[in-house]
């Protein structure tokens, strides 16, 4: 069983560790960092330019073993109504063992039953398919965007998939 905390300074150190390859880094991250690798004092830097916001929740998921994942959560709108999920990432050992269902889960929870939200959106690049599969897991719906988002990364035009899930579709799922 996982929880989620709120992320401190020392996580990123392990955060970093699990990007393993440039690929897997910008599935991650997109362009949010100009250099790959980044090391833990990279991260805290870029989170610190958020610290006085109250707007950005960074959060870290652990068990008994220790740190196990991570992920950021943002609001994209004045009302706070619309919740917007990133930098979603697995220990790359514990991949595949349910540990990203768990912990959307628990932040699905957090985002519908404490902040009240209406909608958690995220978006995915179509060539991470394990990410797709993991978020339709847990009741996420690929919705239409009003523009496709793409980025030119390693030479390659990746497309952004749009998804989202809201509270009355959250109440349906069984799972969460």
Not at 54 to 78: C, K, S
Not at 121 to 133: C, D, S
Not at 139 to 156: D, P
Request: with cysteine; net charge negative.
């Amino acid at each position: 069983m996982i929880r989620l905390r709120p992320y401190k300074s020392c996580d990123a150190k392990y955060i970093v560790s699990w990007m393993k390859d440039e690929i897997s880094f910008r599935k991650w991250c997109a362009d949010r960092y100009e250099h790959y690798p980044i090391t833990g004092e990279d991260m805290n830097q870029y989170y610190d330019q958020f610290k006085e916001d109250d707007i950005l929740y960074q959060m870290t998921a652990f068990d008994e073993t220790g740190i196990v994942g991570h992920l950021t959560m943002r609001f994209t709108d004045e009302d706070k109504q619309i919740l917007r999920f990133g930098f979603v990432i697995v220990d790359d050992n514990k991949r595949r063992k349910g540990y990203g269902k768990e912990m959307l889960s628990l932040a699905l929870k957090y985002a519908f039953e404490i902040l009240k939200v209406q909608k958690v959106t995220l978006g995915v690049f179509e060539n991470n398919l394990p990410a797709i599969y993991c978020y339709q897991s847990v009741g996420f719906v690929q919705v239409q965007a009003m523009e496709m988002e793409s980025y030119s990364i390693m030479g390659e035009q990746w497309d952004c998939i749009e998804m989202e899930i809201t509270s009355v579709e959250k109440c349906h799922n069984k799972d969460l």
